[in-house]
């Protein structure tokens, strides 16, 4: 999979709404931190210096990593010829010999757990619907917190609230962190950051039941339709979020 003298510290974990989620192995290990950053290029190099946390610099490399060594393959192009691009937020897009290229990625971790969601253009969608860039996931590793009510007040809604004050105390957390990830896919995907408050967005009525799957549409932009994803496991809270093709861009 990759020229490393390290075995791959990233697998293909599961397909979902026809995105491919990798999971990449964030436990600390010197010679696959090595053999990351050989894999980057000067530039992601001086980003990695950059965080003055060894656990931070890690995180990046390793995903980053095993991020260039997947899209390559998926694009058929050497390391060389890949490269990225930033929107207006911050959010990266892959780019062949400086074109953009027509993949869509985003990436999440949380203490030992790294995800990669991928997803290529739908042939299907009109080409000005194939806004690949709107993907997002999410990943949260289940850490015991002392105040779920106090940060829940400032990124659940009412009904949220009243369902986690309702749930009894061993599944509170597995509650909060699902909920989480759900809505930090969504923002992550539509790629404008927290200046979209997650307060104020209600998860849909049968993810708040348990359904696994869901559908989600912005007040202001009504025709415009997400497409939610749980994709939580017993090791951590995960969840995909994307653009359904198709839906007119909003703005």
């Not at 659940?156 to 962190?177: Q, T, V, W």
Request: aromatic share 8%.
């Amino acid at each position: 999979m990759a020229t490393t003298t390290a075995t791959p510290w990233w697998v293909r974990w599961r397909e979902a709404e026809g995105a491919t989620i990798l999971h990449v192995d964030l436990t600390p290990d010197a010679e696959r931190e090595a053999c990351a950053v050989a894999l980057l290029d000067g530039a992601e190099r001086s980003r990695r210096r950059r965080f003055l946390a060894a656990r931070a610099r890690r995180e990046f490399a390793l995903c980053r990593a095993a991020l260039r060594v997947v899209l390559a393959e998926r694009l058929g192009c050497s390391k060389r010829q890949l490269g990225f691009g930033y929107l207006e937020h911050g959010k990266p897009f892959a780019t062949v010999d400086g074109r953009r290229a027509d993949i869509g990625f985003n990436v999440s971790h949380s203490g030992r757990h790294g995800l990669i969601a991928i997803a290529e253009h739908r042939p299907a969608a009109a080409p000005e619907h194939g806004r690949v860039e709107q993907l997002g996931v999410d990943v949260e590793e289940r850490r015991p917190r002392k105040d779920l009510e106090g940060i829940g007040s400032l990124v659940f809604s009412p009904a949220e609230r009243r369902l986690l004050a309702a749930a009894a105390d061993d599944n509170r957390r597995r509650l909060f962190y699902r909920l989480w990830s759900l809505k930090e896919a969504l923002i992550k995907a539509v790629g404008t950051g927290f200046s979209l408050s997650p307060r104020g967005i209600e998860l849909p009525a049968p993810m708040l039941r348990g359904a696994r799957t869901g559908e989600f549409r912005f007040s202001d932009s009504p025709a415009e339709t997400w497409r939610l994803v749980d994709l939580g496991e017993r090791r951590f809270a995960a969840a995909l979020a994307y653009r359904m093709p198709g839906s007119p861009v909003s703005g």
